[in-house]
């Protein structure tokens, strides 16, 4: 089973986590079930860049964005080449490294 190994981001995950997935899991829902409180204001419906994290190793492993994704992906804060949204984002066969950047454009937390 891949892993998903998240870096310690101050709030969220202060000591970073390692967590086995199913492929074919979005990295939202595997976080969220597994204490990680990745916000998804949207619901994970595409429609917006609460849930916005960094792949920082196994980002050729996923299936590409597709153009919803990719347009709400331009107003992410601190967008990065390898940025996906975690609620559109598959685990595919491969371990990934990902960062949840420091901020969001949420105005009003959601907690799910």
């Known amino acids: 089973m ?3 190994i998240f870096l310690p981001h101050e709030e969220i995950c202060p000591e970073g ?3 086995e997935v199913e492929k074919g ?3 939202c829902d ?3 079930a597994n204490g990680i409180e990745i916000e998804h204001a949207c619901e ?3 429609a917006c860049t609460t849930c916005h994290v960094i792949i920082r190793e196994g980002f050729d492993s996923l299936a590409e964005a597709e153009e919803i994704e990719e347009d709400m992906l331009d107003k992410a804060w601190g967008l990065e080449p390898e940025s ?3 609620c559109q984002a598959q685990v595919g066969d491969r371990d990934l ?3 949840i950047p420091k901020y969001t454009i949420n105005m009003v937390s959601e907690h799910h």
């Open 97 to 99: 490294v990902v960062e």
């Open 2 to 4: 891949p892993q998903l």
């Open 25 to 27: 899991t979005t990295i």
């Open 44 to 46: 994970k419906s595409c």
């Open 84 to 86: 996906r949204l975690s």
């Open 30 to 32: 595997a976080a969220n």
């Open 17 to 19: 986590a390692v967590i």
